[in-house]
């Protein structure tokens, strides 16, 4: 019984601590100037997304910014952020526009914009029930 729950379980393990070291190498890089993080860490998953016999992972990080999209955009593409197997995560950017009718909004934050940055690696499945 033992064995079998290792069997599951080490695959699960091995894939988190790849997880968990891609959000450590974004963690550990400078943020962007004007920009903040907006909460204690990120949301981050390993699953299969679509089809096929492969892993997926994903962390999304939540920042407060004065910079524009292209600004954060640029700044990501040229960062050193090492992603699961050692190669660079795809990063995406999304930045929201404050509207005066959000339940969030003050004057005093109107230049400020909301931005969600995503960072995306894959492998293949190995043996990790969650990748089939």
């Given at each position: 019984?033992?064995?079998?729950f290792l069997?599951?379980?080490?695959?699960?393990?091995?894939?988190?601590?790849?997880?968990?070291?891609?959000?450590?190498?974004f963690?550990?890089?400078?943020?962007?100037p004007?920009?903040?993080?907006?909460?204690?860490?990120?949301?981050?998953?390993?699953a299969?997304?679509?089809?096929?016999?492969?892993?997926?992972?994903?962390?999304?990080?939540?920042?407060?910014?004065?910079?524009?999209?292209r600004?954060?955009?640029?700044?990501?593409?040229r960062?050193?952020?090492?992603?699961?197997?050692?190669?660079?995560?795809?990063?995406?950017v999304?930045l929201?526009?404050?509207?005066?009718?959000?339940?969030?909004?003050?004057?005093?934050?109107?230049?400020?914009?909301?931005?969600?940055?995503?960072?995306?690696?894959?492998?293949?499945?190995?043996l990790?029930?969650?990748?089939?």
């Amino acid at each position: 019984m033992i064995g079998l729950f290792l069997l599951i379980k080490i695959p699960m393990w091995v894939n988190d601590a790849k997880l968990a070291a891609m959000v450590d190498s974004f963690e550990s890089y400078p943020l962007p100037p004007k920009s903040e993080l907006m909460d204690d860490g990120s949301d981050a998953s390993i699953a299969l997304r679509g089809s096929g016999d492969h892993c997926d992972y994903r962390a999304r990080f939540t920042l407060r910014t004065a910079l524009t999209g292209r600004e954060l955009t640029e700044y990501y593409d040229r960062a050193n952020i090492a992603g699961v197997d050692g190669s660079s995560p795809d990063i995406t950017v999304w930045l929201s526009e404050p509207s005066k009718r959000s339940a969030y909004f003050s004057e005093a934050e109107a230049t400020r914009g909301v931005a969600i940055v995503e960072l995306y690696d894959g492998t293949g499945p190995g043996l990790d029930f969650r990748c089939r």
